[in-house]
């Protein structure tokens, strides 16, 4: 069966630091990979998504970037964090055609000094 | 661009109470998604539905897909205090591999023993 890592699961960093979270997947191949923020328990928003390796697609426009070096690895990266990027980070996957449901991971708690 | 309406955006019922929620959209999907997320958790399949009229069920929960394709309703029946968390719904639309996912912005349940 499929299942999918994220680490860690919680995070304290001052402002200015750099930030790199991971995401693996297991048990499937070639999916779509998705990174999520969701602020104060409700609502996520996309912020990435990946349809193989080294393809990022970004959708809002942010101080955060996205890279996939292997197909089942997904890392959310910033040079130097923000205030405003604390949050709760998910990662999902879902199938390679896209169609169906994202599965998503235990999420990161970022909380930023 | 594409717009959810979930409802209600919180609800407090008593143990043994059935509860209903929905979400309405402006535009046609062709999947829709239910999700339950406890606290520190990411959130987890509860029923996904494929086509329209689809009524599926999980245990207490049932979920349909509305014939007009704009919305979809969750029904849990005999809550139980496990119950409590935020329930999202989610649509996808045809088009593209990328899978994206348009979500609600929850419905809190907190379920009184």
């Known amino acids: 069966s499929q299942t999918i890592h994220q680490w860690p699961a919680t995070l304290v960093q001052p402002v200015g630091s750099p930030l790199s979270l991971e995401c693996t997947v297991e048990g499937t191949s070639n999916p779509n990979l998705y990174w999520y923020r969701q602020a104060a328990g409700r609502g996520l928003q996309l912020l990435f998504y990946s349809v193989g390796i080294g393809q990022i697609s970004s959708e809002v426009p942010q101080n955060l970037s996205a890279s996939r070096p292997q197909d089942r690895q997904f890392i959310l990266s910033s040079k130097k964090l923000l205030l405003s990027d604390s949050g709760f980070y998910l990662c999902?996957?879902?199938?390679?055609?896209?169609?169906?449901?994202?599965?998503f991971g235990d999420g990161t708690r970022l909380s930023i000094l | 661009g594409q717009q959810l309406n979930q409802s209600p955006q919180s609800m407090f019922i008593q143990e043994g109470e059935d509860v209903s929620m929905n979400c309405t959209s402006s535009s046609i999907f062709n999947t829709w998604l239910w999700y339950k997320q406890e606290p520190g958790e990411g959130p987890v399949l509860l029923i996904a539905l494929y086509k329209a009229g689809e009524l599926t069920s999980n245990g207490r929960l049932t979920a349909q897909f509305g014939i007009t394709r704009k919305d979809s309703f969750l029904n849990i029946s005999a809550s139980i205090p496990s119950d409590v968390g935020i329930y999202f719904c989610a649509g996808q639309a045809d088009g593209g591999s990328q899978g994206n996912l348009i979500f609600g912005k929850g419905t809190k349940l907190s379920v009184k023993p």
């Open positions: 999902a996957w879902s199938n390679q055609e896209g169609m169906g449901p994202q599965h």
